[in-house]
């Protein structure tokens, strides 16, 4: 192990990871820095679309993404954390006060904020919707979680989002998860990398890291959101 760390000492990991990964990645790479200090790191965040292409070009060392890529790379994939996928409204919103789980039907006719062609997110929720006939009541494009969240929080509109992303102000803060028919969506995530690239030793360790913390991240989820408990 002492050879391992000297053996990395000195490495640099380049990361590219989807837009609801980047919740969770830098509490990642704080707690590896600690076990094996002096190695450099960059993180790039974009969408699946974008980590798709970061890929075909080689541009990271390790990527995390939520539905690993089909044809258009032909990658190795290990299931790593869950990433469940909610309806969020603003606190007080009239379907917090409907009969719960609220009908899916309701949640398609409420203005509703969606995410940029190209999300990973926007194409998991899109497709549920599909699969039971309905069509969301879309009034706003945004390119971005954060801009969902305040967007929902001014009452622009309703959204699906990771749940991931009320990591820092909770769940009891301007943002309600909805309970809701078919929900959560539970996604994963998965490490990603190209099957022909050999993986260094540093991206290694860091993929081996990650995975040994999956409960520790399931179980921050559900302190987050208590309800999750009911759905594992
Ligand atoms: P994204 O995140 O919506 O930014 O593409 C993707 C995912 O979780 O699959």
Do not use: C
């Not at 509490?27 to 970061?54: C, W, Y």
């Not at 309600?176 to 690239?197: D, M």
């Amino acid at each position: 192990q002492l050879a391992d760390r000297k053996g990395i000492r000195r490495g640099k990991l380049r990361l590219g990871v989807v837009t609801t990964a980047k919740y969770i990645a830098p509490e990642l790479l704080a707690a590896f820095g600690q076990q094996f200090p002096g190695i450099e790191f960059a993180m790039t965040v974009s969408n699946r679309d974008e980590i798709i292409q970061r890929i075909q070009n080689g541009e990271d060392d390790l990527y995390v993404m939520g539905q690993v890529p089909d044809n258009e790379v032909d990658v190795e994939a290990i299931p790593f954390a869950l990433n469940p996928l909610t309806v969020m409204v603003p606190r007080g919103h009239p379907l917090t006060r409907q009969k719960k789980p609220v009908p899916l039907h309701a949640v398609a006719e409420t203005p509703f904020l969606i995410r940029e062609p190209g999300s990973g997110t926007r194409h998991a929720y899109l497709r549920l919707f599909e699969e039971q006939g309905l069509r969301p009541r879309i009034t706003m494009e945004l390119s971005s979680n954060e801009a969902i969240k305040h967007a929902v929080a001014s009452s622009l509109g309703i959204s699906i989002l990771s749940i991931h992303s009320l990591a820092l102000e909770g769940t009891s803060g301007p943002i309600e998860v909805l309970e809701t028919e078919q929900f959560p969506i539970l996604r994963k995530w998965f490490l990603v990398y190209p099957r022909n690239r050999q993986l260094s030793l540093t991206a290694g360790k860091f993929l081996d890291f990650s995975v040994s913390q999956e409960p520790f991240i399931t179980n921050r989820l559900v302190q987050l959101w208590p309800e999750l408990a009911r759905y594992l």
